[in-house]
């Protein structure tokens, strides 16, 4: 078994606890953490470079080459590097620290981009260094290849169909490259003549990590995306995408930034329906975001004092030790 063997067939988690009180709704969530590259872009690497080298496109003296703002890249660089590959990779300055090395640790090349500019710059400037050296490289060009938003459509939607158990009414996603949301809504509606797309739309700042705000006239929309698929969007802060990463660790689940925003919408969803069941993803884990400040003070026991604290463990040792003790009359 090659580590090409081990994408896909993720598990579909319930979180409709989640989501208290409304007994008519069921929500559920793929688990990308469990690709071995730790995240959603797995899929689509694994099948735009396999193509690429079944159809003479990528060769041995070409570099893998594109933009990423961190997942895509980790991906590129573990199946690059293990198929025999050199990767070179333009990725903005503001991914996360441990992505960045995570990539290189698979001896992958790292050029970073202003990270004021945001993942705009990094796709400006893949395409400079490409076209100044065509020979020098593959250009995997996840935005514009079409075998990104197919991975999608014949891998995780459909697992996310035989998964689902009945009919899936609403799928909540957002645009990165736009692949997954493509692939995922261009299938779901094939399926299901009911379905609704509902797209994730994070502010412009400081916005969250991976996902394209759209919401500027000079912002680069991805080639692949296909808006028409798009029944409604809501928009998300960072900060609700922050609350929600919290919500979920505390339910044992350490996801990242997308992923709460993802949740964030969902919960948008939820407040106006009354029956559905609501399909999302959790792209990534949140160990990946250390570096980033999503996790400061975000925990529960920096808002207790220690003296509360150690009150409240010698309140549960008493109680304890008096359910202990045995009555005699």
């Known amino acids: 078994m090659s580590i090409l063997d081990i994408i896909g067939n993720t598990p579909l988690l319930d979180l409709t606890d989640l989501f208290p009180g409304r007994s008519r709704i069921t929500v559920k969530a793929k688990a990308e953490w469990r690709n071995p590259g730790g995240s959603l872009k797995d899929r689509p690497v694994k099948r735009m470079l396999t193509r690429a080298i079944e159809s003479g496109r990528l ?3 070409k570099i893998i080459l594109d933009s990423s703002s961190g997942n895509a890249g980790i991906a590129y660089a573990m199946l690059g590097t293990a198929l025999g590959y050199r990767v070179q ?6 991914a996360s620290n441990e992505r960045k090395q995570r990539i290189r640790s698979h001896g992958a090349e790292i050029i970073e981009t202003d990270p004021l500019e945001g993942y705009d710059e990094a796709l400006r400037y893949v395409h400079h260094l490409y076209e100044s050296h ?4 593959f250009f995997c060009d996840q935005y514009a290849n079409d075998d990104n938003w197919l991975a999608h459509y014949e891998t995780t939607a459909e697992e996310m169909i035989v998964q689902a158990d009945g009919e899936i009414t609403h799928f909540v996603g957002s645009v990165g490259t736009g692949g997954s949301i493509t692939g995922i809504g261009r299938r779901l509606k094939n399926k299901y003549s009911n379905v ?3 797209g994730v739309r994070p502010e ?5 990590e991976g996902l394209k705000p759209l919401g500027s006239p000079g912002d680069i929309v991805p080639k692949i995306f296909d808006e028409s698929i798009i029944d409604h969007w809501v928009d998300v802060t960072a900060d609700e995408a922050k609350e929600w990463c919290g919500k979920m660790a505390r339910v044992g689940l350490f996801v990242g930034q997308s992923s709460g925003a993802y949740l964030a919408g969902v919960s ?6 009354g029956s559905g069941k609501i399909i999302t993803l959790l792209n990534d884990l949140g160990d990946r975001y250390f570096s980033t400040g999503l996790w400061k003070e975000n925990s529960q026991l920096t808002n207790i004092h220690a003296p509360q604290f150690i009150h409240q463990l010698e309140t549960e040792l008493i109680i304890n030790k008096v359910n202990s003790l045995q009555v005699t009359p």
């Open 204 to 208: 412009i700042w400081p916005g969250v």
């Open 89 to 94: 990779l333009v990725i903005p300055g503001n």
């Open 196 to 198: 609704q797309i509902i």
């Open 134 to 137: 065509p020979e020098k490289y």
């Open 59 to 61: 060769t041995r003296d």
């Open 268 to 273: 948008k969803v939820v407040e106006n329906l």
